[in-house]
């Protein structure tokens, strides 16, 4: 057992070096940064919710950054689009710290962080189902035929269209900012990196190509946590050190090992195992808000 | 033997902080085993011990023992079913609700002391925590009161124990041959870090007779301390070094792992 200074509460170490590990593994495994498993699993664990979001922010930076250090040498970080979409995640982040805040204040913090969950949880392990499963019985899904064929979307027509070399893109700076934006204020809120939003995003409505997809995310996320961490320390002072310490310690060994095994196994499979986790994970928080409480009243304000 | 102790108590009872009240007399002898609780790596939550020896030879009158923790504001709020979701709504403030309340007495507070003396010497938590904002309409203040005490007593932050403490209880009032009392409540570790007082009351006949406050510092030491210095008086630095320490991480396994 080991005390945490700010949570104010004693954890196993043991425990949380496991599941910190686990969260690690599994996002090495299928190259997310797996904060959307992180920060449940540690409200899960008894720690108050403010604490795990900023917390989390923390071991975010550790493991993208890890990250984009084997990514740069691959030459597969594209900075332009990176630090346009780290403009927007600043200022959506900003965003994002203020509005939990006031959530905090107004004690819907928790419903608000398990709506999201649920909403964002059930859609992506959805989607992932899906295409693993399209993939396994050897058919492409939509979304990626449309790809390969050159569709010019939103992101062509706008104004302010600026040159993307490493992506080969010609496109508005629009879409990005308004990308970065959206994903640093779910960042905040949420304790996520938001890649699992913004991989997605980039490939399908940005027409990024799909080798510097990860890198660049990559680096959007290390920014936007990193921002996350020094405002929540500020405005919420609700990081804690030790917590952060056991989880980048975990995140990090974790995420290595992750990576070598799933460079041992099939992409389809992982997908598919990932997308039953995360949609389990949403019928949790489903039950929460759906089930009648056996209490009907809730403390809330104080320090939470 | 019992005699010295009580001598011994009533020696340490007269450095600790006297607080009258009107006629009260404050010369109940009382003393906690430590006066200081720190808080370190290991921490897990902690035990107060108050002794203390009524000063009635013939050993007449009830003895209570109430472990307060500073007070501060909280909010009840009631879970409303809007659009099949549970919602927290109708939010409630009180002022003055206590972080952390043990009652401890040698027999049913109930039968030790009267209503109107609970609530003026506020003797349980309800009566500690004062109704700041307006109830909705409809709704029962007494309903939120009691689910203020009640959600706090799930948190053990709440505690009241009659009689001796048992395997089975975290806390009990013992008494002992010669007017001697001991009083043991655990503290749980998520009871908050601050400075708690520990008043002993003596009631006969359901009058208050006499009192005595003795003060109890929960602190931080070593490594919690510092970082928990360095987080409210340097926050800014504070998330500095965690995202430092964040690059560091990532930094020295992507290194350590490529050799492999």
């Given at each position: ?34 904060g959307f498993i992180m920060t449940p699993?540690?409200i ?5 919710a403010p604490?795990a979001v900023?917390?989390g922010a ?34 959506g982040s900003?965003s994002g710290v203020?509005l939990f805040?006031r959530l905090l204040?107004?004690?819907q913090l928790d419903l608000i962080v398990s709506l999201l969950y649920l909403v964002l949880l059930a859609g992506v392990g ?56 959206g994903v640093g204020a779910l960042a905040a809120i949420m304790g996520v990196g938001g890649?699992f939003i ?30 996350v ?49 995360l949609?389990?994970a949403s019928l949790k928080f489903l039950?929460d808000v ?15 | ?84 979701l549970?919602i ?173």
């Amino acid at each position: 057992m080991i005390y945490l200074p700010i949570a104010e509460m004693p954890v196993n170490l043991l425990f949380v070096l496991l599941v910190s590990g686990g969260v690690g593994f599994v996002s090495g495994l299928v190259g997310v940064g797996g904060g959307f498993i992180m920060t449940p699993s540690l409200i899960l664990l008894g720690v108050p919710a403010p604490v795990a979001v900023a917390t989390g922010a923390s071991q975010i930076a550790a493991t993208s950054f890890s990250g984009i250090m084997t990514q740069t040498r691959r030459k597969a970080v594209d900075w332009r689009m990176g630090m346009l979409l780290s403009i927007g995640g600043m200022l959506g982040s900003a965003s994002g710290v203020w509005l939990f805040e006031r959530l905090l204040r107004l004690g819907q913090l928790d419903l608000i962080v398990s709506l999201l969950y649920l909403v964002l949880l059930a859609g992506v392990g959805g989607l992932m189902l899906a295409e693993s499963f399209a993939v396994m019985r050897g058919r492409a899904i939509k979304g990626v035929t449309i790809f390969r064929r050159p569709i010019r979307t939103v992101a062509h027509t706008l104004p302010l269209r600026m040159r993307f070399p490493r992506s080969g893109l010609y496109i508005s700076i629009i879409p990005p900012l308004l990308l970065g934006y959206g994903v640093g204020a779910l960042a905040a809120i949420m304790g996520v990196g938001g890649g699992f939003i913004l991989i997605p995003a980039m490939i399908y409505l940005l027409r990024m190509p799909t080798n510097v997809v990860v890198g660049t995310s990559l680096f959007q996320v290390l920014i936007v946590a990193s921002l996350v961490v020094i405002l929540q320390s500020t405005a919420t002072r609700t990081i804690d050190l030790v917590l952060a310490a056991l989880l980048m310690l975990g995140g990090v060994i974790g995420a290595q090992l992750g990576a070598r095994v799933g460079a041992g196994l099939k992409n389809e499979h992982i997908r598919a195992l990932l997308g039953l986790v995360l949609v389990a994970a949403s019928l949790k928080f489903l039950w929460d808000v759906v089930i009648p409480p056996t209490e009907a009243y809730v403390l809330g304000g104080g320090m939470w | 033997m019992k005699r010295l102790l009580a001598f011994a108590l009533l020696a340490f009872a007269a450095s600790a902080q006297a607080q009258p009240t009107g006629d009260v007399a404050s010369n109940l002898p009382a003393a906690v085993a430590e006066d200081r609780i720190t808080v370190s790596s290991d921490y897990r939550g902690s035990y107060v011990t108050v002794f203390g020896v009524n000063p009635d030879r013939r050993g007449r009158g009830d003895i209570v023992v109430v472990v307060r923790g500073p007070t501060e504001s909280a909010t009840v709020m009631r879970k409303r079913r809007v659009f099949g979701l549970w919602i927290n709504t109708a939010p409630v403030r009180f002022r003055d609700a206590p972080s952390f309340f043990a009652v401890l007495s040698n027999r049913p507070l109930r039968q030790i002391a009267s209503p109107q003396s609970i609530w003026r010497y506020r003797l349980d938590a309800a009566a500690m925590a004062r109704l700041e904002s307006e109830v909705p309409a409809g709704a029962d203040p007494a309903a939120y009161r009691s689910a203020l005490v009640r959600l706090r007593e799930v948190q053990g932050l709440y505690q009241e124990y009659s009689g001796r403490a048992s395997p089975d209880r975290r806390g009990g009032l013992t008494m002992y041959q010669g007017g001697l009392f001991r009083a043991v409540v655990r503290l749980p570790a998520n009871a908050p870090i601050a400075e708690y007082h520990a008043d002993t009351y003596l009631f006969r006949d359901g009058r208050l007779i006499s009192q005595q406050r003795v003060t109890i510092n929960i602190a931080r030491v070593g490594v919690e301390r510092s970082i928990h210095d360095l987080a409210t008086n340097a926050s800014f630095l504070y998330g500095i070094v965690t995202v430092l320490l964040a690059l560091a991480a990532g930094w020295l396994s992507a290194l350590l792992f490529r050799r492999t």
